[in-house]
């Protein structure tokens, strides 16, 4: 079926660990790839997993104190290429860009922060740019790629990669979608009320 969607590469990039242990090891086990920064790689590898560097593949490190790790077309163009789209295609293999097929975040904890009185440069700080990129993005091409927004979403991918494997169709990745927009939908909300206090 067309709308079907085989799961091969997953960039994560989590701020809490908690919870991926069960998901990596579904994963793995259905032979995906895993793409990650900083922590998340070294969670990854210290599971016995073997963990792509984004640096490596962008050819880029973390910079600016780690504001700066994901946004590069390398990444952002693996998420938003349509699979179905020639001139996608054909820009995917001119820059060398590989498709990734499911994006797995959880966002720094801005509302938390700023419950715990943390300063304001503290707060700034918990403001996530990539993180909520890589939601948008994934969200947006729903059509092709699988995104987990938070982890109270890894449930909903545990089950479905216990029914189907590393296989979803297209209402899955639609459901996911929705849930995605609500999550970003909900933290820039929080970050305006903080701002417009």
């Known amino acids: 079926m067309a709308d079907t969607k085989r799961i091969k590469t997953a960039l994560i990039s989590v701020f809490h ?13 259905e032979g995906v790839k895993f793409l990650s920064t900083g ?13 792509q560097r984004v640096e490596d593949l ?9 504001r700066v790790k994901t946004l590069h077309p390398k990444i952002f163009g693996g998420i938003l290429a349509r699979r179905d789209n020639t001139g ?10 590989a498709p990734i097929d499911l994006v797995i975040v959880d966002l720094y904890p801005f509302e938390q922060t700023v419950a715990g009185g943390a300063t304001e440069a503290e707060i700034i700080e918990k403001i996530d740019i990539g993180g909520i990129s ?58 305006h009320e903080w701002f417009a206090r």
């Open 17 to 29: 660990k908690d919870g991926l242990e069960e998901l990596l090891a579904k994963l793995d086990a």
């Open 39 to 51: 922590g998340t790689q070294q969670f990854i590898e210290s599971l016995g997993y073997a963990c």
């Open 58 to 66: 962008t050819s880029y490190p973390s910079i600016l104190g780690g």
């Open 88 to 97: 996608d295609q054909e820009q995917m293999t001119q820059y060398g860009i």
């Open 134 to 191: 890589l939601i948008r993005a994934g969200a947006k091409n729903f059509n092709d790629v699988v995104i987990v927004p938070s982890k109270s979403e890894y449930p909903v991918l545990l089950d479905l990669l216990n029914r189907n494997g590393a296989q979803t169709d297209i209402e899955d990745r639609r459901l996911l979608a929705e849930r995605a927009f609500r999550v970003s939908s909900h933290y820039d909300t929080a970050i």
